[in-house]
């Protein structure tokens, strides 16, 4: 039986600062600062090698960070081109409570190409999952709409992380939806779905999107997870760091979703694995 997980998109270093209390203009501000490996694909990927999943990653650092950043993804089979003239992609995360603000250099991340997801990685995977900023990558939509049609032939499915609710405005609705064509599973936030569908009751908004894609997992944080209209509850914690929790959910989704088919155990495995993100400063397992 085909077990294997095939993640692509982006790799990133974070620098996650957590205030210890509102931020003061012109002064400093204690904090608790951490430079972690991030990058939502990335993070996913690691967290599936961490819960047992067989799990193959694709992606572009900086030609000087492949063996650091391979290094950072036990367990994951890495498959990483390293760029000549761009850097590895940064993230500046900034932590109050349970929001987080992101200024983010796409570095590396911007020069990948889909074509990379091989058809032979292709032929012994059972799922194919890749977030929505993979659209910005080095042939656009096209490369995305390719990798989605090779997976689908290749009888693997296909589930995304829209990424976040202001990169599809930014990116646009029609276009980020008409790319995402032939997927499977979508896993969007609350606010996510409500841009994507234009609506915003929960339920609303989840049958609105499973006229597209046969599996909706929509996350609405403390209120829990509906999938396919099921509401499952989320696990009650203290939250440190939001930073990869949806990420982590993801990888407990998959994870649980290839061995046993079952949409409630597999979100309910979900918040299991969120609830260990949020738990300690940064988007893998500690």
């Not at 959910?249 to 061995?259: P, Y």
């Not at 046993?260 to 918040?271: D, I, K, V």
């Amino acid at each position: 039986m085909r077990d294997r997980i095939v993640a692509f998109g982006d790799v990133i270093d974070d620098i996650v600062a957590v205030p210890s209390g509102p931020i003061r203009d012109d002064t400093d501000t204690p904090s608790a600062i951490r430079f972690t490996p991030g990058g939502s694909a990335a993070n996913t990927a690691t967290w599936l090698a961490s819960l047992g999943s067989p799990v193959d990653f694709v992606g572009t650092v900086g030609a000087a960070d492949v063996a650091r950043h391979a290094a950072a993804m036990p367990g994951v089979t890495t498959h990483l081109e390293g760029h000549p003239v761009l850097t590895t992609g940064t993230i500046v995360v900034i932590v109050e409570g349970q929001r987080r603000s992101m200024l983010t250099e796409r570095g590396a991340n911007a020069a990948f190409n889909p074509a990379a997801v091989s058809d032979e990685l292709l032929s012994h995977a059972k799922v194919l999952h890749f977030t929505g900023h993979a659209l910005l990558n080095a042939v656009g939509a096209p490369g995305i709409v390719d990798v989605i049609a090779r997976a689908r032939a290749a009888g693997v499915a296909v589930s995304v992380s829209p990424g976040s609710a202001g990169f599809i405005a930014d990116y646009g609705v029609d276009r980020f939806r008409a790319a995402l064509a032939g997927a499977t599973i979508i896993f969007p936030s609350l606010d996510e779905g409500r841009l994507l569908t234009g609506l915003d009751e929960p339920l609303a908004v989840a049958s609105a999107l499973a006229a597209d894609f046969e599996i909706v997992v929509l996350t609405l944080g403390a209120a829990g997870v509906l999938v396919n209209g099921e509401l499952v509850a989320a696990s009650r914690v203290v939250v440190t760091d939001p930073t990869g929790a949806g990420d982590a959910f993801c990888a407990g989704f998959l994870h649980e979703w290839v061995r046993s088919g079952s949409l409630h155990a597999s979100a309910t495995a979900g918040t299991r694995v969120a609830a260990r993100a949020v738990g300690a400063i940064g988007g893998r397992p500690a």
